[in-house]
Structures are given as C-alpha cells and as structure tokens.
C-alpha cells in the first residue's frame, strides 16, 4: 500500500460530505451513544461497499442500469427524507431532552449511517475508480480488500473525533436556536445532495 494512496484516502475522508453531516446532526439530536452508532453505520456501509468493489460484484451493480437507478433513486428518496425531517425540525423548534444512556439511540444512528452509505452509488462508483489506480488486476483479493478497507477504518476514525469534539460543544450547539440553525442548514444541504444526485440520474 503507498503512501500515495493513503494521502488520496485521507484528503477524501476529511473533505465534508453526507457522512459528516448525519454524523454531527444525529450527535446533538440524541446524544454521544447515537453519534457514535452512526460512526459504526457509515463505516459498515463503506465496508460492504469496499467488498463490493473488490470482488467484481460492484461493476456488475454499475453495469445492469437497472439495479443501479434504483438504488441511486432509493438514495435520493432516503436524503430527501432525512432533509425535510431536518428542516421540518427547525420550523417547529421543540426538542425532547437526551438521554445518552439509551441504546436505542445507537441503532438508529447505526441504521441512519448504513443506509446514508448503502444507498449512496457515487460510493461505489469512487471505490471502482479509484482502487484500480493502485491495485494491480492481478492482484490477490486480500490485496484488494486491504486497500478497500482503508477508507472506512480511516473514516470512522475521523467521524469518531467529530462526533466527540461534538459532544463537548454540546451545552452551546445544544440552545434551541443553535439547533433550529443546524437543522435549517443540515436539512437544506441534504436536499440538495439530493437533487444533485438526481440530475445526475
């Protein structure tokens, strides 16, 4: 592994994105245990998508158009959910208090964070164009896998600090207006990934 490829992985895993944002949105929303579960979340899905990738399946999910529309609308229908529930958020401006010692916070963050990833095809499609660049094709499939993994392991390491730098900023990020303003931008920035996306369909 070179050390070319892991400045690639590096400077993708810090640029903002999706992941981020759920990430951080759901930390304030409920709390420290559901941060970290979307933390697990978005590394699991990236995880199932670097193995995609790696043992040819992902090219056959970018080839049958299809099966590859239908997950890039599932993703489009999934953030514009996620985005409205955001802003619908912001426009009413009540919030239950957070209880970081439920557990059930940490599924729904893990469930949030798989399916940001799961239905997000632009991550496949970088795992396939990106891997190819420093993996040989003769390569062995452990080979393949190692680079693949690097970007969840790296990722959640990253997500994993947010959501902590988070965590102790919360009394502040926490008033009602700071979070009305969070929400009213998180929702905003996910419905336009959203559309983004789906120009691109």
């Known amino acids: 592994m070179t050390a070319a490829y892991l400045i690639v ?14 990430t951080l949105r759901n930390t304030l929303a409920a709390g420290r245990r559901a941060g970290l579960g979307t933390v697990l979340g978005v590394g699991a899905g990236s995880a199932v998508q670097g193995v995609l990738a790696s043992v040819g399946v992902g090219a056959l999910i970018v080839r049958v158009q299809p099966l590859f529309q239908a997950i890039k609308w599932a993703g489009v229908a999934y953030l514009v959910w996620l985005g409205v529930s955001a802003v619908r958020s912001a426009v009413v401006g009540r919030y239950a208090e957070i209880d970081d010692t439920a557990d059930s916070g940490m599924g729904r963050g893990f469930r949030t964070g798989a399916l940001t990833n ?51 900023a919360r009394e502040t990020l926490l008033r009602r207006r700071a979070r009305r303003v969070i929400d009213a931008v ?16």
């Open 118 to 168: 799961l239905t997000n095809p632009k991550m496949l499609v970088f795992y396939l164009a990106l891997l190819p660049q420093f993996v040989e094709p003769t390569a062995s499939v452990a080979v393949w896998l190692g680079h693949a993994m690097m970007l969840p392991l790296i990722g959640c390491a990253w997500l994993a600090l947010i959501v902590l730098g988070a965590s102790r």
């Open 9 to 22: 992985v590096l400077a993708v895993v810090a640029t903002p994105g999706v992941d981020v944002l759920v």
């Open 186 to 201: 998180s929702g905003a920035f996910l419905v336009g990934f959203a559309a983004k996306l789906a120009r691109e369909a």
